[in-house]
């Protein structure tokens, strides 16, 4: 499979993931990898890809006004990837994915993570003056492993800053991805204790 990977949640998803919370277990384990994570409290897990199976065969969605090509290359990667996303609120909130990452079809993955950081960047601008922008690139341990970390600072005011946060790795054959954001102080301490508490199961 060629290798996709998305910075926003598409806006019907993200929406229905607002409204739609399920309360469950604190800790998650991510099987693809190994990988054993505990949910902040005051966070609430939200199922990606259950929810969206369920929209896929809702009532009234036909398969053949749904089935171009444009959609089904994107489900086909939605759905290879393991997506977790769980949120305090609309500014403060986590997704993690795995997506199969095969150097010979996919090429370079530090290519490939390179990209990421320039769509996110350009999704910013679209967004916010470039002199409100702030970006730094660092490496970050989780549990041993090393992580690319990409940081962007977006200034709302004098005193109010925006942050969001893009990690990666390549692991096992999987692009292991985490994104946050967070307008709140709290809530990021809240998701870096998450990640630095984090477990891999290392075989």
């Known amino acids: 499979m060629k290798y996709s990977k998305k910075i926003f949640l598409p806006t019907v998803f993200l929406l229905i993931a607002i409204t739609s919370y399920t309360q469950e277990s604190r800790d998650y384990v991510i099987s693809d990898i190994g990988w054993k994570i505990t949910i902040p409290l005051d966070f609430t897990l939200y199922d990606f890809i ?9 009532p009234g969605i036909s398969y053949e006004q749904s089935n171009t090509d444009g959609y089904d290359n994107s489900m086909d990667v939605f759905f290879s990837q393991t997506n977790i996303i769980a949120f305090r609120d609309r500014f403060n909130y986590f997704n993690i994915t795995t997506t199969p990452f095969d150097a010979e079809e996919d090429g370079s993955w530090e290519n490939a ?8 960047y350009k ?5 916010v003056d470039s002199e409100k ?17 990409f940081h962007i600072a977006i200034s709302l005011d ?24 967070s307008l709140d102080n709290e809530a990021r301490q809240q998701i870096e204790l998450m990640l630095r508490s984090s477990r891999f199961y290392k075989k």
């Open 50 to 58: 259950d929810q969206a199976r369920n929209m896929e065969e809702a």
């Open 113 to 120: 993570m390179q990209s990421w950081k320039n769509e996110a």
């Open 123 to 127: 999704n910013m601008i679209k967004m």
């Open 133 to 149: 922008l702030d970006t730094t690139s660092s490496i970050e341990y989780i549990d041993g492993m090393l992580f690319n970390k």
């Open 158 to 181: 004098n005193e109010v800053k925006l942050h969001m946060f893009l990690m990666s790795k390549l692991y096992r054959g999987y692009d292991c991805s985490i994104t946050y954001l």
